[in-house]
Nanobody, 121 residues
Framework: QVQLVESGGGLAQTGDSLRLSCVASGRTSTNSVMAWFRQAPGKEREFVASISWSGGSSVDHSVKGRFTISRDNPKHTVYLQMNSLTAEDTAVYYC???????????????WGQGTQVTVSS
């Protein structure tokens, strides 16, 4: 089992920055990839970015240049730095754990509870 706990969400204004954190605990060696997804009201959960414990990463084109994913291996923590936020970034952001850099949510078997990000214009 892997437990994931997100933090760092909140209310922001257009152009602001937020940094989300996800702390993994339990059998963290089970899966090598951590990812961020987001789900806006009435929409499907969508891939944002992923990173492996060895450093390889993938960022969705929709946020590339504004969002950066990083990790701190000793702390089993993954971060999502979000810059130049817009109202379209408003969503619940979820941390997920999986075995490869998949973009499909169904490929990830462990999920956090999510953290709300609301961006007002």
């Amino acid at each position: 089992q892997v437990q994931l706990v997100e933090s760092g969400g909140g209310l922001a204004q257009t152009g602001d920055s937020l940094r989300l954190s996800c702390v993994a605990s339990g059998r963290t060696s089970t899966n090598s990839v951590m990812a961020w997804f987001r789900q806006a009201p009435g929409k499907e959960r969508e891939f944002v970015a992923s990173i492996s414990w060895s450093g390889g990463s993938s960022v969705d084109h929709s946020v590339k240049g504004r969002f950066t994913i990083s990790r701190d291996n000793p702390k089993h923590t993954v971060y999502l730095q979000m810059n130049s936020l817009t109202a379209e970034d408003t969503a619940v952001y979820y941390c997920a754990s999986g075995k490869q850099h998949f973009k499909a949510a169904s490929e990830y078997n462990y999920w956090g509870q999510g953290t709300q990000v609301t961006v007002s214009s």
